[in-house]
């Protein structure tokens, strides 16, 4: 099993800026890559970002690509989402997720493990 703890989620006035984080623990060590995804209200999940634990490679959603920042802190078991310039249609909640023995690093929303998620809102 893994488990992932989001946080770091709130609100936050379009233009600001927000920084998720999401703890991984319990069997880690044969997952390699790590992704964030959110859900908006009556909407289906979208893949945002994902990012390979040894942070040489990452992915993102062309909806969030030079705003949004996806790194990790391998001596935390730790993956972060630097959220720049937000806009109203980022509200959603935000989940972190991972799978065990896939190494192929693309845009996805099908894992195995998810965490909570955290909610962020963005006002207009």
């Known amino acids: 099993q893994v488990h992932l703890v989001e946080s770091g989620g709130g609100l936050v006035q379009a233009g600001g800026s927000l920084r998720l984080s999401c703890a991984a623990s319990?069997?880690?060590?044969?997952?390699?890559?790590i992704s964030w995804v959110r859900q908006a209200p009556e909407k289906e999940r979208e893949f945002v970002a994902g990012?390979?634990?040894?942070?040489?490679?990452?992915v993102y959603a062309p909806s969030v690509k030079g705003r949004f920042t996806i790194s990790t802190d391998n001596a935390k078991n730790t993956v972060y989402l630097q959220m720049n310039s937000l806009k109203p249609e980022d509200t959603a909640v935000y989940y972190c997720?991972?799978?065990?023995?896939?190494?192929?690093?693309?845009?996805?929303?099908?894992?195995?493990?998810w965490g909570q998620g955290t909610q962020v809102t963005v006002s207009s």
């Open positions: 997720a991972t799978d065990t023995d896939d190494s192929w690093l693309r845009p996805k929303i099908d894992f195995g493990f």
């Open positions: 319990g069997r880690t060590f044969n997952t390699y890559i």
């Open positions: 990012i390979a634990w040894s942070g040489t490679s990452t």
